[in-house]
């Protein structure tokens, strides 16, 4: 289900364009507020809907899924750190879900851009950037290896 921005919400503040993954989320130019450009290849990672301090960016029901009367609403709300959704079908039924928005305080994240650049030589290593100290943790666990004889 791909979003899509209430023009008369948005203020084109650019928090939608700043987190969308794919680069989705732009600003019109000449109206100056947000659109989703590519609905068909939005990962609906719902990122820009939680980030949007506006409640602007709302999500669009899949036609198989909700056709004719559907609707799908999202709530962000930052104080109580949930998103809720209110789903209502063509025949009336309305199922409502809310999840945490985050785990972690708003900006105790450390961005990659905090982090120094990793060796050339940690290409050649299967971690991931910044593992295993991004993680918190010392090494990263590790399958044991089984005596021959136990196999
Ligand atoms: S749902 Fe995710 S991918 Fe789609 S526009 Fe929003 S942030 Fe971008
Ligand atoms: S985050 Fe919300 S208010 Fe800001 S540009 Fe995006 S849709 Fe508009």
New binding site residues.
């Given amino acids: 289900m ?2 899509f921005t209430y023009m008369t919400r948005c203020d084109g503040c650019g928090e ?1 364009v700043d ?7 732009h600003i019109d130019p000449v109206y100056r507020r947000s659109y ?1 450009v590519e609905p068909n ?9 939680k ?1 949007c301090p506006q409640h602007a ?1 709302d999500v669009r029901g899949f036609a198989d899924f909700a056709p004719l009367g559907h609707s799908v609403r999202v709530l962000r709300e930052e104080k109580m750190g949930t998103i809720s959704w209110k789903i209502r079908y063509r025949d009336g039924r309305v199922k409502e879900f809310t999840f945490p928005i985050r785990t972690t305080p708003w900006g105790s994240i450390k961005p990659p851009s905090d982090y120094a650049a990793p060796d050339a030589n940690a290409l050649g290593s299967q971690m991931l950037a910044h593992e295993p100290t991004a993680l918190g943790v010392e090494m990263l666990p590790t399958l044991p290896v089984l005596d021959k004889k136990e196999v």
Avoid: K, L, Q, R
């Fill in positions: 791909p979003t939608c987190i969308c993954p794919s680069d989705i989320m989703n290849f939005c990962w609906e990672c719902y990122s820009c809907v980030a960016i």
